[in-house]
């Protein structure tokens, strides 16, 4: 763990000179693709000595597929290499060397490596083999249309800003940002017309930088002196679940399981700071002409911490993998998508039998409360203070299914899963069932699309983040797709 905060520490120093020394109006693409790749490689060996081969041999071999078969089988090669390759990487680790142990491991790189093979080979396939017409607007604006060089491969899956944490970007903005081309942004006028600007110039990340870093140090802070007071395990203390009462209980669940978020907020947030520090991440100008850096970022935590909806929670954590299950799986899946998908998430996460039952349970509580936001939630937006009380009580609810959900995520093993689970009464599996039987999935003809867009009371500030995240996890007109056309606004000048 201290070599993996060094190496990001070394690599937020190497992405600022990067940026200064590099920068693409000073040196080609050639010299910026090696230099990423090199110090990517190195940073990798550093941490995780060698190990890190595991890194060149799950690209080398993925992409040797990719030229052996050709655009029309390779993505489906490509995929089940990838992920068997991560998989038995994951077994031998866990159930060889350390299992339970939370060291910074190599199958953890290996994670993000796999989803940008399996994204770029789908990319690939959609952009040189499938009718234009065929694909969807998100497909469209992300098919690769050439096959990309060794090089720009191997830069893509290992470059230093990326390798250790992620997050997972498309190939064609991290081509775009290597080769320093300029950003077509649309900024819609009053009157509703798109005015097209071509910006120029490099904006500084400088803001943003010093930003997230004061986030990840605030999230350091927190996990070091709050996190291991409140651990996760004692719900399961004997003496606690006789002794302590359900409301107690309750309180516990929920301050243990937000007491373990901060180091995820640290790593993701710092593995940003780290691109943006580059210069990589911009996404354009919001209605004050203000910078966005938040093109790759992983997490937005102010919406997490006040979900009130289990869709919300899952549009704003882990966005990056998020939008991969939804690529590669979700949207193309020809039955039951939303089981596959959890499905998927879970053996991409790993092998401990905890993560299966975290996100099968999962399955359950996103359908449920689909169910029941469909069904209920338009009762309660026509009055300001009826909203408000709403809110609050959905945001509780949402808090206790979160936490209730993931427990097995960070017990990991059955046995610890399972007692948690008995103690209560396995209360909200049960409830998520009787809910999917008494209330239809379908949305009802008052639930209608209108009331999509109220936004709680406490959030309203973050509405134009909002209406990024606006849909639900699993549905196909979704966030994910709002967020694609507004990355493609300046990818559309590569074209």
Known sequence: QVNFVVCQLFALLAAVWFRTYLHSSKTSPFIRHVVATLLGLYLALFCFGW???HFVIQSGISYYIMIIIGVENMHKYCFV???????????????IFDYGQYSADFSGPMMIITQKITSLAFEIHDGMFRKNEDLTPSQRCLA???????????????????????????????????EGKSYQLQQSEANGKEDTKYEQM?????????????????????????????????????????????????????????????????????????NNAAGFGFRGYDKNGVTRWDLISNLRIQQIEFSTSFKMFLDNWNIQTALWLKRVCYERATFSPTIQTFILSAIWHGVYPGYYLTFLTGVLMTLAARAIRNNIRHYFVESPAVKLCYDIVTWMATQAAISYTVVPFVLLSVKPSFTFYSSCYFCLHIASILVLLVFPLKRTQKGSKKYENVQPVWSRKLEDESLLQKNNYSSTNNSFSQKQEITCRYQALKQ
């Open 51 to 53: 190990y890190a081969l």
């Open 81 to 95: 290499f990838a992920l068997g390759y991560l998989t038995v990487c994951q077994i031998t680790r866990v159930y």
């Open 202 to 274: 490099d904006p500084s990340p400088n803001i943003a930088v010093a930003q997230k870093l004061f986030i990840c140090g605030l999230s350091l802070l927190f996990h070091m002196t709050i996190t291991k007071t409140l651990p996760v395990e004692y719900n399961i203390d004997d003496n606690f679940r006789a002794t302590a009462s359900w409301p107690v209980r309750l309180f516990y669940l929920y301050v243990s399981l937000m007491a373990a978020r901060p180091k995820y907020y640290f790593a993701w947030t710092l593995a940003d700071a780290i």
């Open 144 to 178: 690769v249309r050439r096959m990309p060089s060794l090089l720009e491969y191997l830069s893509y899956n290992c470059n230093f800003m990326g390798i250790l944490a992620g997050p997972l970007c498309s190939y064609k903005d991290y081509i775009t940002f290597i």
